[in-house]
């Protein structure tokens, strides 16, 4: 079974416009960390915004937003007021503190194109 | 700061060579991580060093290996290269357990294997 699910291969999105990224994660650990990543054409991977499981409060950084749902074992990533530079693959993961705790598992991915 | 830095950027090799990247993690970092990334198995664990030491190992054939020096700064061999090695390699740094920041990667090295 797949650990992290990213249903939405590719998004477009309005400059200035909100959109919100899909990410479903599978795992029996209690405690765990969610990811959310973004890489540029560059190849470079960017730390975007942390959740973890016991963490009370949705995780914002500046634009980013977390849409934590534990029940629901959801963690979809919101980039308010998009801009050009936003324009990305975005990558959602998990970091399980259990055996194997050193590694992230990531999803396939999604494309989000900003239109000007 | 500096960030993490993977050498070389590009690469270009033949069926059955081997070939050795090279990965400097942010200073203060101890902790290593490689992943190879394809469009068709996307993002994939390939191992974690800290203090010089594997602590977890993914899914791979024994034809990747790596180690990490004193330094913290670390190798990856594959040897007996194959087309389907032909990726984007990724290094990550973080401190110990990563926390609530993660990990930091460099830019990659890509791998063609003709």
């Known amino acids: 079974a797949q650990k992290i699910t990213q249903t939405q291969p590719g998004m477009f999105v309005q400059e200035k416009e909100a959109v919100t990224l899909d990410c479903t994660y599978d795992?029996?650990?209690?405690?765990?960390?969610l990811f959310w990543y973004k890489q540029p054409s560059s190849g470079e991977m960017i730390f975007l915004i942390y959740?973890?499981?016991?963490?009370?409060q949705n995780a914002t950084e500046g634009r980013y937003s977390l849409n934590f749902q534990k029940a629901r074992k959801s963690a979809n990533l919101v980039i308010s007021a998009s801009q050009l530079g936003d324009s990305a693959m975005y990558f959602c993961?998990?970091?399980?503190?259990?055996?194997?705790?050193?590694?992230?598992?990531f999803g396939k991915g999604t494309k989000l194109s900003v239109i000007p | 700061k500096a960030g993490v830095t993977q050498t070389p950027r590009y690469l270009i090799k033949t069926r059955g060579q081997q070939v050795t990247l090279s990965c400097s993690p942010i200073?203060?970092?101890?902790?290593v991580s490689w992943y190879q990334q394809t469009p068709g198995q996307g993002l994939q664990f390939l191992f974690e060093?800290?203090?010089?030491?594997?602590?977890n190992k993914g899914n791979f054939p024994g034809r990747f290996s790596g180690r990490q020096f004193s330094n913290s700064r670390s190798e990856m061999n594959v040897s007996t290269l194959e087309l389907g090695d032909s990726a984007l390699y990724l290094c990550?740094?973080?401190?110990?357990?990563?926390?609530?920041?993660?990990?930091?990667f460099g830019s990659g090295t890509r791998l063609t294997v003709v």
């Open positions: 795992t029996s650990d209690q405690s765990y960390g």
């Open positions: 060093y800290f203090s010089e030491t594997q602590r």
């Open positions: 959740q973890g499981s016991y963490d009370e």
């Open positions: 993961a998990m970091r399980e503190q259990g055996a194997g705790s050193y590694q992230l598992t």
């Open positions: 990550a740094s973080s401190r110990e357990f990563g926390g609530r920041k993660g990990y930091t």
């Open positions: 200073s203060g970092h101890r902790s």
